[in-house]
């Protein structure tokens, strides 16, 4: 072994001695900081251990229960490279989640990513999950479940449209077109009429 690679051996374990005795007034280690992100590190793990969140969430997260923005950004950037926190496999599970089971549209979906801090790249690769065959499918399922709750055939025009704005309600409310809603929600209304007049 030659002399550098020894020396600096001894310079290591000197150091060492002296953070192990107290002694070195903390040039090499910074216990207060090394609590402070034990604090955040956590925290931040508590968080993500309920549910996956976004980079820009999580921060959000951290910073509103006043620790301090440079740990908090150390921390998560941490979280970043050991694979806890992915933007790409957030969103692409965001996506696939609340398409199947809440029915919503895409533009719905894209601006929920982009409230969450998920760059464009991103979320466009996410939203390439749903298909506009699969937006149209999922649309007639929630018309056609909203419109069975109807128990009885319209009086009159009146009380028609009155469902039918009711229908496309619940359309409207998962980001889909007036067009595409409207069109459904009659199929939806018409459909359900017909059930109720041949019972």
């Known amino acids: ?17 002296e953070y192990e ?9 910074d216990h207060e900081k090394d609590a ?4 955040v590190r956590n925290r931040a793990l508590l968080l993500l251990d309920h ?7 999580l921060k959000t997260r951290l910073l509103a229960l006043d620790f301090d923005p440079e740990i908090v950004a150390e921390v998560t950037a941490d979280l970043v490279r050991l694979g ?14 609340r398409h199947a089971a809440r029915g919503k549209s895409r533009w719905v979906l894209d601006r929920e990513l982009q409230q969450k801090g998920i760059g464009a790249e991103e979320r466009s690769t ?9 937006e149209e ?17 319209p009086a009159d025009r009146g ?3 009155k469902q039918l704005r009711r229908v496309v309600g619940v359309l409207a409310r998962r980001g889909y077109s007036q067009v595409a809603s409207l069109r459904i929600a009659r199929e939806a209304l018409e459909e359900r009429i017909s059930q109720l007049e041949d019972d």
């Open 84 to 97: 806890l926190v992915d933007d790409e496999s957030f969103a692409k599970e965001w996506v696939r989640q």
């Open 1 to 17: 072994m030659s002399t550098a690679p020894r020396d600096k051996l001894a310079a290591l374990r000197h150091a060492l001695e």
């Open 21 to 29: 005795s107290g002694a070195g007034g903390g040039e090499l280690f």
């Open 137 to 153: 499918e999922q649309a007639r399922v929630l018309a056609f479940k909203k419109a069975r709750s109807i128990k009885a055939v």
């Open 159 to 161: 009380d028609f449209d």
């Open 51 to 57: 549910r996956a969140r976004s980079r820009h969430e």
């Open 126 to 134: 996410a939203l390439s999950q749903v298909s506009e065959e699969s």
């Open 36 to 39: 402070a992100m034990a604090k």
